[in-house]
């Protein structure tokens, strides 16, 4: 890193009276005012120093160390701005949960595409890192949940040859350094105390001389000069191999994380203490955790010592436990039985903010992205609440947070964990039987089971490690659990399914050609206009006509292209696809229409006006859903069409008839109220600002002014073609309701003619019933019921009858041999009926204490042979034989077992061999 030692050479160290000093027991280059220090002052270097010794001039709660940051750098000239939610998804694609302050302003305002809200700014941001979730509770100070303090400041070098959103310096380096510890002062602290241990930063194809800031052995802020990207022949050479140049924009990214902040201002012995001190007394009551006054005092020496439990630096945790154990002089055993409950407990705590934020931000647990790192994090803690013994139900305890972080669907939150603590339960008995047979398996082989198939249980059926491990010990397999599993299980669903999609390259034909414009955004309501052919090109299947302009939506949001025709005086060609690359419009026809003349469009208007029809319903039935369903409903897909329409949202429950008929009304009502539907282009901030980031429910888009749509008091971000007021839409009918996947639930409607149409077929199908039964149209629900419970009324007494028929014919009543098997008297008969009846016979023979071999040319040539314990007959290997000579094959449990082939007239030899193949299966 000796490349980038300049970078950290700055004006405020040298008059501040700072010195670079090399760490003798890590390397880590620091600076610090005090001469005499030795060691970067960082864990395991050092041991945490403010455990009840804080350093500041008073305690702090979370509410007033956040406030004292914003507070502090707005009397410094940055605007105060929002948070933004925890689930970054919503207004970025490349990544699943914000897990840092930076991730609200990228990729748009990092690259300069748009301006920033504020410039500088500073935010308390929540954030979620799953990969520190086996850190929680162990170290003292790893929160999975935090709010990242920071401020920001967007620059522009004055020499960069492109065009950016911002422009000129607002600070850099020197200042941040000076705002950072202007803001330690201004706590109480002894700047002298303050060390800066240079730590380049490397992340997204971008890169940056960095300073990790540490008081009395932790870190308590990072200072990140985002000023490089990615470039093979770059200058500079960093940790992760790469080579980087400098960049046109430079960036100051700060993180002070504000519940380490908390914990240091208090000195308690962990975090989890100053950020959650009623819950742990809570958990620590209720699962009857208890300790002595030297319990107590041991507890207090081992915090200052947790920092060596962190995982990506201990060779593994026993090790780990083993070396704190021996500098306490206490026995590695002992402290672990004491540590572990109380490290779960913190955990606990931890968690359950965790699924406050992400439950009260709207996410729905499923099996993808951050409804599968949700789920994952409330099956832990569950998992933890039975280990150390805590019985308050988990609803309650995720709930106690949501209050705190004052969420008003805290109703919601409860429902969802409820809904999930039971799916998780039945998933276990699932499970569990899994184990057992791969248990078995590696038993068998003499190998642990591997990290891998650890994963897929996890993935898969929700098993926990711990069990996986009770299971297997039964079964005499061994589990080698790492210590990092769950961040490994985190790593695997960390990045959107989109982002790790190939871009596909782009069309070269097309790059010297103008941006399309689009008139189908001025009137929405026309269909004709008139334009000059820019471009042709042959495809294998026809042409791709390029215009000046045009009235053509080409495919895009989930709504269909247009269709229509361009003419000449000359010809007239087919529009059969339109798409967009690029900003240019291709229109795909079926003949070549000439370059550079003028053609006259027409856009098939029927066609036209059913699709705004149904964008504009789309709009409305979401709308629809959050007021029925509840305000976590976001559609996780959709698709317009001619007939029907579908759209997909993210639910943790199914929807019911009741639901439905609530949202076809409430959909309806919007309807009738013919209100007008307007479309406006604010800046992005400022809509973002104004209606948040539901906006983006079908998409997000690019750039600095968004398109929004306003149909009755939803608004929505949407590129597509809408009706000019609801009344337009005529009507709405939902056709049926489907889960899709785990978390997410289609609603298939129509809308205008189609919605008529759906209706008439519905009747159509309902009056034929009617006929058929004989019944006026009302009556046929009552009707079909009393058909429904005669035959199964009559499917009962047809299955006693045939039970009574096989006892009968067990008791003697049949014309079945009796031959002896050893001690055992068997019954060998040919009975031509199902199997259901042949089953039944066999239960009847067995009952009565004996074998069983029937058969039957029903369906094929049949088999059932059923055996009574002790016996001395496999059952199995009988049919194998008995069906071999019948062209088949077969088997099943010793006791039980059917088969056949398809040869019938060789049932009857095939009984006549019975006998000797059941005293050969005995002999054997």
């Not at 071999?884 to 061999?913: C, I, K, T, Y």
Request: charged share 30%; with cysteine; glycine share 10%.
């Amino acid at each position: 890193m000796s490349e980038l030692a300049d970078e950290y050479r700055l004006e405020y160290f040298e008059e501040e009276g700072f010195e670079r000093k090399e760490c003798p027991s890590c390397g880590a280059h620091f600076w610090t005012r005090d001469h005499d220090r030795e060691t970067c002052g960082e864990p395991p270097c050092e041991e945490y120093g403010f455990i009840e010794n804080p350093g500041f001039d008073s305690e702090h709660s979370l509410e007033e160390m956040r406030e004292a940051f914003l507070s502090f750098f707005e009397d410094h000239g940055h605007e105060r701005i929002d948070p933004y939610p925890v689930a970054a998804n919503r207004w970025r694609d490349d990544v699943l949960l914000t897990q840092a302050s930076i991730y609200d302003f990228q990729p748009l305002v990092t690259s300069g595409e748009t301006p920033p809200p504020a410039n500088p700014l500073t935010i308390s941001q929540p954030c979620i890192r799953m990969q520190d979730i086996d850190n929680v509770g162990k170290t003292g100070r790893h929160t999975m949940a935090f709010e990242m303090m920071a401020h920001h400041a967007f620059n522009t070098r004055e020499d960069a040859p492109d065009e950016y959103a911002y422009e000129g310096e607002v600070y850099w380096k020197d200042k941040t350094v000076e705002l950072c510890d202007g803001f330690f002062e201004s706590l109480g602290v002894d700047l002298d105390e303050i060390i800066y241990i240079e730590d380049p930063w490397v992340g997204g194809g971008n890169a940056g001389p960095a300073m990790e800031v540490i008081f009395r052995g932790v870190e308590l802020a990072t200072l990140v000069f985002m000023s490089m990207e990615q470039d093979p022949d770059g200058e500079y050479e960093m940790k992760d191999g790469n080579r980087y140049s400098p960049m046109d924009t430079y960036i100051v990214d700060t993180g002070y994380g504000l519940e380490r902040w908390t914990w240091v201002s208090q000195g308690t012995p962990t975090v989890y203490e100053a950020v959650y001190p009623d819950m742990i007394e809570f958990l620590k009551d209720n699962a009857e955790l208890e300790h002595t006054a030297d319990e107590e005092q041991l507890i207090h020496r081992t915090a200052k010592l947790a920092g060596h439990m962190d995982i990506d630096e201990a060779e593994d945790m026993e090790t780990a436990r083993g070396e704190i154990a021996a500098q306490l002089d206490v026995d590695a055993g002992e402290l672990e039985a004491l540590m572990e409950p109380l490290e779960d407990i913190y955990a606990i705590a931890d968690h359950c903010r965790t699924l406050a934020y992400m439950l009260g931000d709207g996410i729905v647990p499923s099996n993808v992205g951050t409804g599968y790192l949700t789920r994952m994090v409330l099956r832990r803690t569950k998992r933890l609440c039975d280990t150390v013994g805590v019985d308050a139900p988990l609803d309650e305890l995720v709930d106690m947070q949501a209050e705190r972080l004052e969420y008003e669907n805290r109703d919601t939150i409860r429902d969802i964990v409820r809904t999930e603590v039971e799916k998780y339960r039945e998933t276990l008995e699932r499970g569990g039987r899994r184990v057992e047979t791969m248990a078995e398996e590696y038993a068998e082989k003499g190998e642990p089971i591997p990290v891998e198939e650890l994963i897929e249980l996890y993935d898969s059926h929700g098993l926990q490690p711990d069990m996986v491990e009770e299971i297997a010990a039964d079964a005499g397999a061994d589990v080698d659990v790492p210590d990092d599993f769950y961040s490994l299980v985190a790593k695997r669903h960390e990045t959107p399914e989109t982002a790790e999609t190939a871009v596909e390259s782009e069309d070269e034909r097309f790059a010297d050609l103008p941006e399309t414009e689009k008139l189908y955004y001025d009137d929405q309501q026309r269909t004709q206009f008139e334009a000059v052919v820019l471009d042709v090109f042959e495809r294998e299947e026809g042409y791709d006509v390029v215009l000046d302009q045009t009235m053509f939506y080409p495919e895009g949001g989930g709504q269909p292209a247009d269709r229509g025709t361009l003419s000449t005086d000359d010809t007239t060609v087919e529009v059969e696809d339109v798409q967009i690359e690029d900003g240019v419009i291709l229109h795909r026809t079926d003949e070549n229409p000439g370059k550079g003349g003028f053609v006259n469009g027409q856009v098939d208007g029927t066609r036209r006006r059913q699709l705004m029809r149904h964008h504009t319903a789309t709009h409305i039935v979401i709308h629809a859903a959050r007021q029925v369903l509840g305000e976590h409903i976001r559609q996780a897909g959709a698709q317009k069409g001619v007939d029907a329409s579908r759209i997909d949202m993210r639910h943790y429950d199914r929807i019911s008839r009741e639901d439905v008929k609530q949202i076809e009304s409430l959909a309806n009502d919007i309807v009738m109220d013919n209100t007008a539907v307007t479309q406006e282009w604010p800046d992005r901030h400022d809509a973002e600002s104004e209606h948040g980031f539901d906006l983006y429910q079908g998409g997000i888009p690019p750039g600095e002014q968004i398109r929004l749509i306003h149909v009755d008091e939803d608004v929505q971000a949407c590129g597509g073609t809408h009706v000019a007021r609801t009344g337009d839409i005529g009507a709405i009918k939902v056709l049926n309701t489907e889960r899709v996947q785990d978390g997410v639930e289609r609603i298939t409607f129509a809308a205008g003619d189609a919605a008529i149409e759906s209706s008439q077929r519905t009747e159509d199908a309902l009056y034929e019933a009617a006929d058929i039964l004989d019944v006026a149209p009302a009556d046929v629900p009552d009707t079909a019921e009393r058909f429904f419970e005669e035959w199964k009324g009559r499917g009962k007494e047809i299955e006693d009858l045939k039970e009574q028929l096989a006892a009968a014919r067990a008791g003697g009543g049949g014309g079945g041999e009796e031959v002896d098997v050893g001690e055992t008297t068997a019954v060998i008969d040919r009975i031509d009926a199902d199997m259901g009846e042949l089953r039944a016979t066999a239960n009847a023979l067995v009952e009565d204490g004996k074998i069983a071999v029937l058969g039957s040319g029903e369906s094929g040539a049949q088999f059932v042979v059923a055996v009574p314990d002790d016996s001395g007959v496999n059952a199995g290997e009988v049919v194998g034989e008995l069906a071999g000579r019948v062209g088949g094959g077969g088997g099943g449990p010793p006791d039980f077992a059917q088969g056949g082939g398809p040869n019938v007239d060789d049932l009857d030899d095939a009984l006549e061999d019975a006998p000797d193949v059941l005293r050969q299966v005995q002999d054997a």
